[in-house]
């Protein structure tokens, strides 16, 4: 199984509303990570989990919260955010050493508009 | 800080035509170099990669040939078809963090 779920497909939330983004994979991989992408644009990294642990923040607005309950399962909850967060929302998940120094999965994303 | 291009923005060809898209690098400390395609409003699905040390890499019909000391890589797409349409996107992956670095990518259009 070389899959990466993300869900929900599509999100639609207001400002002061809280919601989360879930993220599963099941190929016993141990670095997990959350990228936005905004149309047209690359992918941006914004965290990276490595054996369940914190290892990356890329300076992320405290109103993105990550998660990582367990080596499977990667979070990201939302709280109170603005309408240029409006994005795609994409988990990706890789052996171990975390990083580009191996081949990153890819989940399909969750289409997030904040209105 | 590490700057990918990838030339032309868009692409279109006739079915049965060959594929070239371009990547260019700035700073040629890399550690490898990965070919992604995303199709509309999805994931990432990785194609291709290169590790430093290595000239080329080949799965089926894509050939990506990687020239780091002049900062370029090549993704060959032979005899394209309908199913091929769609973004392609370059990283490279620096020394300095190993944190992919992501062109702007290609988009392919390939008509019937």
Same mark, same amino acid.
């Given at each position: ?27 016993g991989?141990? %670095?997990?990570?959350?990228?936005k992408?905004? %149309? ?9 989990y ?29 709280? %109170? ?35 | ?11 279109s ?59 370029r890589s090549?993704l ?14 370059c ?22």
């Amino acid at each position: 199984d070389t899959e990466v779920t993300q869900t929900p497909k599509h999100l639609v939330m207001g400002m002061t509303n809280k919601k989360s983004l879930k993220c599963e994979q099941h190929m016993g991989h141990r %670095a997990m990570y959350w990228y936005k992408q905004k %149309a047209k644009k690359p992918p941006e990294l914004m965290f990276v989990y490595s054996y369940e642990k914190l290892s990356i923040n890329e300076s992320v607005p405290s109103r993105f919260s990550p998660e990582c309950p367990n080596s499977s399962l990667l979070n990201l909850h939302l709280h %109170a955010l603005q309408p240029e967060d409006s994005a795609l929302y994409l988990c990706a998940s890789s052996q171990d050493r975390g990083l580009g120094q191996e081949t990153q999965y890819f989940g399909p994303g969750t289409r997030l508009l904040v209105l | 800080k590490q700057e990918v291009t990838q030339i032309p923005a868009a692409l279109s060809v006739p079915e049965g035509e060959n594929l070239v898209l371009n990547c260019s690098f700035t700073d040629s400390a890399i550690y490898n170099l990965q070919w992604f395609r995303q199709d509309p409003g999805k994931g990432l699905t990785s194609l291709l990669l290169i590790q430093s040390s290595q000239r080329e890499q080949t799965s089926g019909r894509l050939n990506a040939s990687l020239d780091k000391s002049s900062g370029r890589s090549t993704l060959y797409i032979a005899a394209s078809q309908p199913g091929d349409s769609a973004t392609y996107l370059c990283a490279v992956v620096p020394l300095r963090d190993y944190k992919l670095s992501f062109g702007a990518g290609t988009t392919v259009t390939v008509r019937a």
